[in-house]
T-cell receptor, first 114, second 111 residues
Framework: DTAVSQTPKYLVTQMGNDKSIKCEQN?????MYWYKQDSKKFLKIMFS???????INETVPNRFSPKSPDKAHLNLHINSLELGDSAVYFC?????????????FGPGTRLTVT | DAKTTQPPSMDCAEGRAANLPCNHS???????VYWYRQIHSQGPQYIIH???NNETNEMASLIITEDRKSSTLILPHATLRDTAVYYC????????????FGGGTRVLVKP
């Protein structure tokens, strides 16, 4: 069974559209994250949720809105997509929000905005 | 979080040990050293972490110098599937558990 899954794997859309990426983890973890990897391959944290509550928001534009219906899911909704939003988005999860446990990453969603 | 410095790339022969260095001269006493890797087109994968003592697991060994200003990740018998970008990250427990990735070391294992 996949530990951290994301859908879709690929997403191609036009500027101005609104899209969502879904993430689910079956590890029983209480903290989930969204990272963005740009064309230069730098990975940066966007959001972190612990038990459905936002604990990290790294100066991400308001067009990005994470939603956590339960602690096993963290979805990312993006409004008014821009060309610069093209990237690979990774979801991750870990067990303890302020602890030192490792993070498990999903396979990524490659978003292309045209 | 402390900044880390890694060589941008290195080659390794299949079956040989790969030694990946990382400098973190400004590391604080409560910062841990983490290693992750990212195989092409996949999500990052946790390898190992440590605070002061050397650590070993089924994937690798982590050697941390006594002054904790540098560390080395050792892949004991590199295989072609170990070709990836390896990231050394130092992190404070109070930082909300986020990982701050640098440029990493691109390791190419050659037959």
């Amino acid at each position: 069974d996949t530990a951290v899954s994301q859908t879709p794997k690929y997403l191609v859309t036009q500027m101005g559209n609104d899209k969502s990426i879904k993430c689910e983890q079956n590890l029983g973890h209480d903290t989930m994250y969204w990272y963005k990897q740009d064309s230069k391959k730098f990975l940066k944290i966007m959001f972190s949720y612990n038990n459905k509550e936002l604990i990290i928001n790294e100066t991400v534009p308001n067009r990005f809105s994470p939603k956590s219906p339960d602690k096993a899911h963290l979805n990312l909704h993006i409004n008014s997509l821009e060309l610069g939003d093209s990237a690979v988005y990774f979801c991750a999860s870990s067990h303890v929000p302020l602890g030192i446990s490792e993070q498990y990453f999903g396979p990524g969603t490659r978003l292309t905005v045209t | 979080d402390a900044k880390t410095t890694q060589p941008p790339s290195m080659d390794c022969a299949e079956g040989r040990a790969a030694n990946l260095p990382c400098n973190h001269s400004t590391i604080s006493g409560n910062e841990y050293v983490y290693w992750y890797r990212q195989i092409h087109s996949q999500g990052p994968q946790y390898i190992i972490h440590g605070l002061k003592n050397n650590e070993t697991n089924e994937m690798a060994s982590l050697i941390i110098t006594e002054d904790r200003k540098s560390s080395t990740l050792i892949l004991p018998h590199a295989t072609l599937r170990d070709t990836a970008v390896y990231y050394c990250i130092v992190r404070v427990r109070a930082a909300g558990n986020k990982l701050t990735f640098g440029g990493g070391t691109r390791v190419l294992v050659k037959p």
